[in-house]
């Protein structure tokens, strides 16, 4: 994975290194509650897109905050590379987080009521809450296929793009 912002240098991120990183999947509950609690959806969502906007502008400070000396001869300005580590950020978290979890969530709920529906003489509480328990489940299982899918698509389109030494 070629990472263009500062947390390359494994140095400590509160947006991914510690609990505030689950506000990233805010919208894969709210996706999981949609057909119970429609009104969910939307603030999960804005939730979401906060995180993932916050982690963004995170790694661009960290860049302009950054001294110029501990990068020898560099070939962009500072603000360049920051507008790059934020824009990195910003796909690979809109992606990540938001994007394609809310698509897979919504698509397991719709084909577990779908399913559910069809079915006979199960009870309606089960009916209810079944594809809900389907897609908060299924949270967990798609995360890491996703993230790792999402790293190599960027690694093979923007990130190339973008590198330093091009």
Do not use: H
Request: proline share 6%; hydrophobic share 40%.
């Amino acid at each position: 994975m070629i990472l263009l912002s500062p947390q390359a240098d494994n140095v400590y991120n509160v947006f991914r290194d510690s609990p505030l990183r689950y506000c990233g999947y805010a919208n894969e509950v709210g996706e999981s509650f949609r057909y119970q609690y429609p009104r969910m959806v939307t603030p999960s969502y804005v939730l979401a897109f906060g995180y993932c906007i916050a982690d963004a502008a995170s790694a661009g400070y960290a860049i302009m905050s950054e001294e110029d000396k501990k990068i020898e001869n560099p070939t962009r300005s500072r603000e360049t590379r920051a507008a790059i580590a934020t824009f990195d950020t910003l796909t690979s978290q809109g992606l990540a987080s938001v994007a394609i979890p809310g698509g897979v969530i919504n698509m397991i709920v719709r084909t577990a009521r779908f399913a559910v529906a069809r079915s006979i003489g199960l009870p309606a509480l089960v009916s209810k809450w079944l594809p809900t328990a389907a897609g908060l489940g299924s949270i967990p299982i798609i995360i890491t296929p996703i993230d790792n899918l999402v790293d190599y698509a960027l690694d093979s389109t923007t990130r190339k793009l973008l590198r330093e030494d091009i």
